[in-house]
């Protein structure tokens, strides 16, 4: 039997929402969208594997998630709080990544300042869809 290639390694999805998440995951495994899929509830835990991540890099066959999933209204640090801070990681650490922002937030001032991050792709309304995938 043939095993469908996923379309990409590793993504994370991030939001404090953990019926969300499962639900989110579920679509995406159901696509083959991802190898690995790593799930946070908190922005700041999040970034705090990512920074991990970069200050053992050297060299090592860790990689960043290609794409993040995250969810903007968040407590501690919310969406574009982490957006910011991301953006202070090495560059060459986060060069491949691409955010999607996945969010119930339908405000266009969201969606606005979503185009003012280099590092944010796109703007998905929950709740993800196959084709939502299928577009990205």
């Known amino acids: 039997m043939k095993t469908l290639k996923s379309r990409y390694s ?3 999805l991030i939001d404090d929402n953990e019926i969300d998440n499962f639900i989110n995951q579920k679509m995406m495994e159901s696509c083959n969208f991802s190898e690995n899929i790593h799930i946070y509830t908190s922005g700041k835990s999040a970034l705090e594997y990512l ?3 970069e200050r053992i890099q ?4 860790l990689t960043t998630p290609e794409l993040i999933f995250l969810d903007i209204n968040m407590p501690v640090l ?3 709080q982490f957006v910011e ?3 202070k990681l090495d560059k060459k650490f986060i060069s491949a990544t691409k955010i999607i922002m996945l969010t119930s937030s339908i405000d266009p001032d969201d969606h606005a300042k ?8 796109d703007y998905v309304i ?3 869809s196959q084709s939502a995938l299928k577009g990205i």
């Not at 050297?58 to 066959?61: F, I, M, R, V």
């Not at 979503?114 to 792709?121: N, R, Y």
């Open 10 to 12: 590793s993504i994370m």
């Open 51 to 53: 920074k991990n991540m």
């Open 58 to 61: 050297d060299g090592s066959k």
């Open 78 to 80: 919310d969406g574009f």
């Open 85 to 87: 801070e991301f953006e």
């Open 114 to 121: 979503s185009k003012l991050f280099s590092s944010i792709h």
């Open 126 to 128: 929950k709740p993800l």
